[in-house]
């Protein structure tokens, strides 16, 4: 199961890392990975988010809720919200907007 579980994030790690922000006080931990970084507005140009929620000791945590919001710029997410897999990954596609200009999501992470 560790070795799917390397074997997925070493093909995340190679898409363009977006945020990613560590508390010493939490217990869970996510990364926010985008696979397309420049989509053309007023297009159908899409990307996919991936979000890779884990616990302090790297060990990727399954069923928690990911909710995909655009806190900035213009364009739509296909599915808002989604829950992470065995894995640790829940996905989602982001579909251009028809302004130009950097575009902000968040996800945010609950149980």
């Not at 869970?28 to 985008?34: D, P």
């Not at 899409?46 to 990911?66: M, Q, R």
């Amino acid at each position: 199961m560790l070795t799917k579980y390397n074997q997925l994030k070493d093909l995340i790690d190679k898409f363009a890392k977006i945020d990613k922000k560590r508390d010493s006080n939490l217990s869970a931990y996510a990364s926010l990975y985008v696979g397309k970084r420049d989509l053309k507005a007023g297009t159908s140009d899409y990307t996919t988010i991936t979000c890779i929620v884990h616990n302090s000791f790297g060990e990727p945590l399954k069923g928690k809720t990911v909710e995909f919001i655009i806190t900035g710029g213009d364009g739509t997410i296909e599915k808002p919200t989604g829950i992470t897999n065995s894995g640790g990954i829940a996905t989602t596609t982001y579909t251009a907007g028809d302004l130009k200009g950097p575009v902000e999501v968040t996800a945010l992470v609950s149980d």
